[in-house]
């Protein structure tokens, strides 16, 4: 609570635009620059389903801009990057997946 006096101006209080709502775009890139940009949907959860779509979209790009590669992944240990289904999609493809290092104040 604020004090103030009685003749004081009342604070406006501004509308959120669509414009200004956060958005989760994921980005994978490789030396040569960037391979996919994906924005995901307003209100989607990122979930195994939603990364495996994302990982199908990351293959397209792979084929048709980088041919014939080797592909290591290098992500952390969130759930939906170490669910059972991600990693079986993962070798499916043929994929590496780099070990994220743990976290050290060093």
């Known amino acids: 609570m604020e004090w103030k006096h009685a003749g004081s101006p009342v604070k406006k209080k501004f509308k959120e ?3 200004a709502r956060k958005m989760l775009v ?10 996919l940009v994906d924005f995901a949907e307003q209100g989607t959860t990122v979930n195994a389903a939603a ?3 994302t990982l199908v ?7 048709d801009k980088r041919h014939n590669i080797n592909v290591k992944l290098l992500h952390d ?6 669910a059972a289904v991600i990693c079986h ?3 499916e493809f043929g994929w590496e997946v780099l070990q994220h290092p743990p976290y050290s104040p060093d």
């Open 57 to 63: 979209k990351l293959r397209r790009a792979i084929r």
């Open 77 to 82: 240990n969130a759930r939906s990057h170490v």
């Open 17 to 19: 635009t669509q414009s």
């Open 26 to 35: 994921t980005v994978f890139w490789d030396m040569h620059g960037v391979l």
């Open 51 to 53: 990364y495996i779509k």
């Open 89 to 91: 999609k993962i070798a």
